[in-house]
């Protein structure tokens, strides 16, 4: 492969005029720029974008911190992060920190060593006191987690009144018996769709049951089939089920359908995540704006980058009511 060197030779000009050409400094002449281009392509020249990048202290690369990559809620927020990135000469770097603090070290020393420029997370398990602390000198957005009067600005949606006009649909179809089935409330978005669960049924004068509120390990399938079979084992059950995400609601519908006589339960999830539309019934769920989520997150960065004022915020939601509230 040319470099630089043999560029110059072949065009007649020194090593610093074919720097000034590849950075479209306006100094060059005309005659000039026109003899350098000749040359690159004669010889098949292709800049090193990693000296340009370094030269400018820049690795034009954004983390993406995500718990885990199982979970198809994050695919459509990243597709929206990909496309705003590449769109602005940006490349997306995916990291999964499986919620563990030795691969957060890793992901934040590449930002401090400017082996990236910025840092968009999406994991409700990340060490917040570290990132802020990260933020303190490096860009960064949280991007549907966030933390409530926290300094690192993000976009999300408002979880609280999803879930209280989730519940509220349940109720006004004439269901009393609400159940929850919830992940860790040590997570905020967890605590938030509780509030507005209990917030529901608190405005219908209907009783909170802690037997119906049911506590995930995690957000996968296997654990709302788990949730709503303990659900159904009860003596009172309830006629209606509502799953802080989509996978833990199908899994409850899987649930359901497995149970002999198949027992009439309302089902609600949240996310509207593509399999939602598959599932029999049709899954009823809150749809987040995830792609737009993820476009709005590489904005507000690119933003930071540029020392901007930037203001979080909270996007519109909409409840899809479909087959599983509708008997």
């Not at 770097?93 to 990236?116: G, H, Q, W």
């Not at 519908?253 to 029999?280: R, Y």
């Amino acid at each position: 492969m040319a470099n630089i060197q043999q560029i110059a030779k072949k065009a007649g000009v020194s090593v610093a005029t074919v720097s000034r050409v590849l950075n479209n400094a306006t100094s060059v002449t005309p005659k000039t720029r026109s003899k350098v281009e000749h040359a690159i392509n004669e010889l098949n020249y292709e800049p090193s974008m990693l000296g340009r990048n370094l030269r400018n202290s820049e690795s034009r690369q954004i983390l993406v911190l995500l718990p885990g990559i199982s979970n198809p809620f994050y695919s459509e927020i990243i597709n929206g992060i990909q496309t705003t990135a590449i769109a602005n000469n940006y490349n997306i770097l995916l990291c999964e920190t499986d919620s563990k603090p030795e691969r957060e070290n890793i992901y934040f020393n590449m930002v401090k060593n400017k082996l990236a420029d910025g840092v968009i997370s999406m994991d409700p398990t990340v060490n917040m006191k570290k990132l802020k602390k990260l933020a303190e000198k490096h860009p960064v957005i949280l991007c549907s987690e966030y933390e409530k009067g926290g300094s690192i600005p993000y976009v999300t949606i408002d979880s609280e009144l999803a879930a209280y006009q989730v519940v509220k649909h349940l109720i006004r179809l004439g269901n009393e018996k609400v159940a929850l089935i919830n992940s860790d409330e040590k997570f905020l978005y967890a605590r938030l769709r509780r509030s507005g669960y209990e917030r529901a049924l608190k405005e219908f004068n209907l009783p909170l049951k802690s037997e119906w509120i049911y506590h995930t390990k995690n957000l996968d399938f296997q654990q709302g089939v788990q949730a709503m079979r303990m659900l159904l084992q009860l003596e009172e059950k309830p006629s209606a089920v509502f799953a802080v995400s989509d996978t833990l609601a199908i899994g409850a519908l899987k649930a359901i359908n497995l149970e002999p006589g198949h027992p009439s339960i309302a089902v609600v999830g949240f996310d509207n995540i593509s399999f939602s539309n598959m599932t029999n019934p049709t899954l009823t769920t809150v749809s987040q704006p995830m792609h737009q989520m993820g476009c709005l997150a590489v904005e507000m960065l690119l933003s930071k980058m540029k020392n901007e004022k930037v203001d979080s915020i909270v996007l519109e939601h909409e409840l899809i009511i479909r087959e599983s509230t509708m008997g």
